[in-house]
C-alpha cells in the first residue's frame, strides 16, 4: 500500500486536536496530508471536477471539525466517504442534467489505448493504480482506489461501503487476482 503522506498519524492525531481548538496550521498540516490522496480518488471518479468536490469535502469537514471524535486516520475515512457520497451526487445530477439536455456527452473518463504504454511514459505509480483499476468492475475499483489511494484499512473501506471487513478483503484479492491475470494475458501477446 502506499504511505498516505509524509506526515505520520501522531503528528496528524496532534494536528486534529490543534484544529479543533482553532489553530489554522494545524488545519493546514491536515490539508496537506489528505488532500493530494482525496484529489487522486476524486480525480478517478469525476476528472472534470474533483477540484470542486475536494473543496465541498473540506467544508463538510470544517462543520463538524469542532464535534469530530476519533484521531486522523478515523478523519481520512470519514473525509473519503464524505468523497464518496460527493461522487454519487456529482454523477446522480449529471445524469439527469444529461436526460434533460440528451446530449451526446460521455459520462465516463475516457481510457487511454494502450495503458501500459501511458503508465511507462508518463504516469507516477498512485496514477498507475487509478489507470489500472479502470479496466475492473465498479466493487473491485472502488475497493482498491480506497486501500490504495486513499490509505485506508480494510475496516475503514469495510464501514463506508457497507460491508464486512471479509467481504473487503475478497473483492480486494479479485481485483488483484483479475489485474494479475491481465498482465499475464499481456505480456504473452506482446
Request: aromatic letters at 4%.
Amino acid at each position: 500500500m502506499l504511505a498516505p503522506s509524509p506526515v505520520d498519524s501522531v503528528d496528524l492525531t496532534a494536528a486534529l486536536a490543534d484544529a479543533q481548538r482553532g489553530d489554522q496550521w494545524a488545519m493546514a498540516l491536515l490539508f496537506r496530508a489528505f488532500q493530494p490522496p482525496l484529489l487522486r480518488y476524486l480525480r478517478h471518479h469525476a476528472p472534470d471536477t474533483a477540484e470542486d468536490l475536494a473543496a465541498e469535502c473540506w467544508l463538510a469537514a470544517s462543520k463538524v471539525l469542532a464535534t469530530f471524535e476519533g484521531d486522523a486516520e478515523d478523519l481520512r475515512a470519514w473525509l473519503f466517504g464524505v468523497a464518496r457520497n460527493q461522487v454519487a451526487d456529482h454523477h446522480r445530477t449529471r445524469q439527469r442534467r444529461l436526460r434533460l439536455a440528451r446530449a451526446g456527452e460521455p459520462v465516463g473518463p475516457a481510457i487511454p489505448l494502450d495503458p501500459a504504454e501511458a503508465v511507462v511514459e508518463t504516469l507516477s505509480a498512485t496514477e498507475a493504480v487509478e489507470l489500472l483499476v479502470r479496466s475492473l468492475p465498479r466493487d473491485q475499483s472502488e475497493v482498491v482506489l480506497l486501500r490504495v489511494v486513499a490509505g485506508l484499512s480494510v475496516e475503514q473501506v469495510a464501514t463506508i461501503l457497507g460491508k464486512s471487513p471479509g467481504s473487503i478483503r475478497v473483492v480486494q484479492h479479485r481485483a488483484l487476482r483479475r489485474l494479475a491475470k491481465t498482465w499475464q494475458q499481456e505480456a504473452v501477446t506482446r
